[in-house]
């Protein structure tokens, strides 16, 4: 899905746009002032890295795949008076800054990209040790839901594949497409209540 290169423009089109939009919203709210340095984990082609360095933020993006990586450099030149500190590809769950080094980290695709909870709780424990003191990590999920809402809303429930993706969502949150089928990559689906106490295993 993502070795395709359309990341980089799906927050520019269709109802991404509001995604993009609230994102940037939050972001602006909760991320201490500029020019605190921020860690992008998970940061794609750098879409939110590259704006929060347009508005004085101190980017570092690390991101598992490299035509993303790649792509995220070539933007950062383009901007050559607010470029990203760095771009690399890396993982998640072991990164590769020191202890106490930066204001906030991003984790905008690890905690539905990684399907075991002990990875996602690794992704944490690491998005934690490179903070500061009084720093903050901004994560995002993906609700269980979204396939039913995607499914009713699009009329996707006419394919049987499609209803028992949709239920095993529901199940147990392990997002698993049919082979061939244009649906979202494997991941995993947090529950909203869950999501809150970082407890995938009992779900009211």
Do not use: C
Not at 165 to 176: S, V
């Amino acid at each position: 899905m993502y070795t395709k290169g359309g990341e980089a423009a799906r927050l520019a089109s269709g109802h991404n746009q509001l995604e993009h939009l609230r994102v940037q919203e939050l972001l602006l709210r909760f991320l201490p002032p500029a020019p605190a340095r921020v860690i992008d984990v998970g940061g794609g082609p750098g879409v939110h890295a590259l704006w929060l360095a347009r508005h004085g933020y101190v980017l570092d993006l690390l991101d598992v795949v490299p035509l993303h990586v790649e792509q995220a450099r070539t933007a950062s030149q383009l901007q050559a008076e607010t470029p990203l500190g760095s771009a690399a590809v890396g993982d998640a769950r072991a990164l590769p800054f020191e202890t106490g080094s930066t204001d906030a980290v991003l984790l905008f695709g690890p905690l539905y990209h990684l399907i075991e909870r002990k990875d996602r709780l690794k992704a944490l424990s690491e998005a934690r040790r490179v903070l500061k003191e009084g720093g903050v990590v901004l994560a995002m999920s993906v609700n269980r839901f979204a396939s039913t809402f995607d499914g009713l809303f699009g009329g996707l429930y006419a394919d049987p594949e499609f209803m028992a993706m949709a239920d095993q969502d529901l199940a147990n949150g392990q997002h698993r497409p049919p082979l061939g089928k244009p649906y979202f990559t494997t991941t995993f689906f947090h529950h909203p209540l869950a999501l809150r106490r970082l407890d995938d295993a009992h779900v009211p």
